[in-house]
Each structure stands twice: as C-alpha cells, then as structure tokens.
C-alpha cells in the first residue's frame, strides 16, 4: 500500500483558495486516486477522483471550484480549491485505490490507502 502525507490545509476566509498536497511514496502514474472529507459529526464524503486514465469526477458542490491534478515528477496529488465556502469546512484526506481503475469513484469503500488528513476552515 502507498503511504500517503497530506499537506497544504489551513484556515481562510469565504472565497479565498487553498491547494491542498499528497505526497505519495510510490509512483502515481496509472493510480487511481481522491480526495475525501469529513466534517465533525458528519460522513466522509468523496469530493474528487482521478482514474488511471486521467478522466476525473467532482461532487456537485466541487464542481466549478476545485480542480483535481497530479504531478508525475513529484508523485504528488493537488486539489485546488478557489471560492472556498464555510461548508467547505472538513478534514481532508487523500486515497488511493490499487489496480487498473477506468472509472473514477467517489466512494470510499475501493480505496486501500489513506493519509492523515489535512485541516481545512473556512470562515465567512
């Protein structure tokens, strides 16, 4: 399994930016990968993937505001989040997820490898 370092979280106002970082040991090429968020009391919730292919998928409330990339070089995974929300407010984590994956997923269950997760707050 990858080993997975988060960074890049922190606290910002309502409509600021934040790039989030996973940092991966292993190559990420063709993994399969996203990021996932958990607020206090609540589930954790798919927010964006990538698959082997490179196609990617967005929940509803991400779309138009966060971008999901990878950097070959550097094995590191992004979320770029601009036009941050108070409801944005969460721990974030990123995943991967073994094998050839031709369909991204937001679901949580098909991903073996976790990080610790990055704060994120978002005040308005």
């Known amino acids: 399994q990858a080993q997975l370092v988060e960074s890049g979280g922190g606290s910002v106002q309502a409509g600021g930016s934040l790039r989030l970082s996973c940092a991966a040991s292993g190559t990420i090429r063709f993994t399969s990968m996203g990021w996932f968020r958990q607020a206090p009391g609540m589930e954790r919730e798919g927010v964006a993937a990538v698959d082997s292919e490179g196609s990617t998928i967005y929940t509803d409330s991400a779309k138009g505001r966060f971008t999901i990339s990878k950097d070959f070089a550097k094995r590191t995974l992004y979320l770029q989040m601009n036009n941050l929300k108070p409801e944005d407010t969460a721990m974030y984590y990123c995943?991967?997820?073994?094998?050839?994956?031709?369909?991204?997923?937001?679901?949580?269950?098909?991903?073996?490898?976790w990080g610790q997760g990055t704060q994120v707050t978002v005040s308005s």
């Open positions: 995943a991967a997820r073994p094998g050839w994956v031709t369909n991204p997923t937001l679901t949580a269950s098909p991903y073996n490898s």
